[in-house]
């Protein structure tokens, strides 16, 4: 009797172990595998950063793709640029900016396809740069200012048009290309903007050769001698102004010249009543060339220490004369003047 008891209790405790084994032990049924692949069908484009694309800068483009279950995957993708020349983009789908504009990047992988319209925007000024900070000149005198406009990276932007002015009218006249011209002694300033960016520089303007511009003068000239007559000149007034190397102005309606004839001479072929009319001439250092084109008359003369007297030689070429011989001639008469102030 007892002898059974022990075998039943043998044979529990073996049934129990097998069971114990049986459930610790890892499980041959295989797992379940979803036999149909999943396929592109959703592309999204997105930028890396917000910042805008400049020219000659780029930008990260990122390629979001998911199955048709919403499911994201990851497969290679083509990128392209509807704009080569304004827009590129590489492999990577990394875009830069070529040029001012826009272009459309497109993103395919599988079924799906994105497109993101990319716009280039020109770099933007932060600097403006002036060939000189400070320039010295006489009235009259010019003065040729150039500006460069440069982007945060040092790179100059020469697209973009730079707007002159002068914060004085009466002692500096600017022109649109950045040359200015002294007219009167002072100070002022050449101002050049760009974009909102704004450089300055100090000029000065000193009395030129000629003084305060413009001036009236007064000539007269004692005596004009030519072949068979002598004039006198006297009370002519004109008004010049010094433009660099130049002198410009005009003869007032005044002014009185008288000719005589010399005894036994020709007669006299100067006109007393031409008119006067501009003046032209130039001026280098202290020398005065003055044209009087209507009336044929020059004076070349050197101005005083002071800018106050011109003296010289005047001279007026006579109107054209048939001589007896057929032969064309004109007449010159030349005398000293004297103008001033």
């Not at 992988?109 to 716009?119: D, H, K, T, Y």
């Not at 009218?169 to 300033?189: I, K, S, W």
């Not at 450089?199 to 009236?216: F, I, N, Q």
């Amino acid at each position: 009797m007892l002898r059974t008891v022990r075998r039943a209790a043998v044979r529990a405790a073996l049934l129990l172990a097998v069971a114990a084994c049986a459930e610790s032990a890892p499980s041959t049924q295989p797992v379940p595998v979803d036999p149909t692949p999943r396929e592109v069908t959703q592309v999204d484009i997105v930028a890396v950063g917000d910042a805008p694309l400049l020219v000659q800068g780029s930008q990260q483009l990122q390629a979001r793709l998911r199955a048709a279950d919403g499911r994201e995957l990851d497969a290679p993708v083509a990128w392209a640029s509807s704009d080569p020349a304004v827009v590129g983009v590489t492999p990577q789908g990394v875009v830069f900016g070529v040029a001012v504009g826009e272009a459309v990047v497109s993103a395919t992988a599988g079924r799906g396809r994105a497109e993101r319209r990319v716009v280039v925007a020109p770099p933007s000024v932060t600097a403006l740069r002036l060939s000189h900070v400070e320039v010295t000149l006489a009235a009259g005198e010019t003065h040729a200012f150039a500006a460069v406009a440069l982007a945060a990276d040092g790179r100059v932007l020469d697209d973009r048009p730079v707007v002159f002015r002068g914060s004085d009218d009466a002692t500096l006249a600017v022109a649109f290309d950045g040359r200015v011209r002294g007219l009167r002694p002072g100070t002022a300033q050449l101002i050049a903007e760009v974009d909102g960016v704004r450089a300055t520089a100090r000029v000065t303007v000193t009395a030129g050769p000629l003084g305060d511009a413009p001036s009236r003068w007064s000539l007269r000239v004692a005596a004009l001698a030519g072949a068979g007559v002598r004039c006198t000149l006297d009370g002519i007034a004109f008004r010049v102004a010094q433009s660099g190397d130049r002198v410009e102005g005009e003869f007032s309606p005044g002014g009185r010249v008288a000719c005589a004839p010399v005894p036994g001479a020709e007669p006299p072929f100067l006109t007393p009543t031409a008119p006067h009319g501009p003046i032209t001439g130039t001026i280098v250092g202290r020398e005065v060339r003055l044209y009087a084109t209507l009336s044929r008359w020059t004076f070349v003369g050197t101005l005083s220490a002071d800018g106050r007297t011109l003296e010289g030689t005047a001279w007026h070429v006579g109107e054209p004369h048939v001589a007896a011989s057929g032969a064309t001639t004109a007449r010159r008469y030349e005398g000293a003047f004297v103008a001033g102030r």
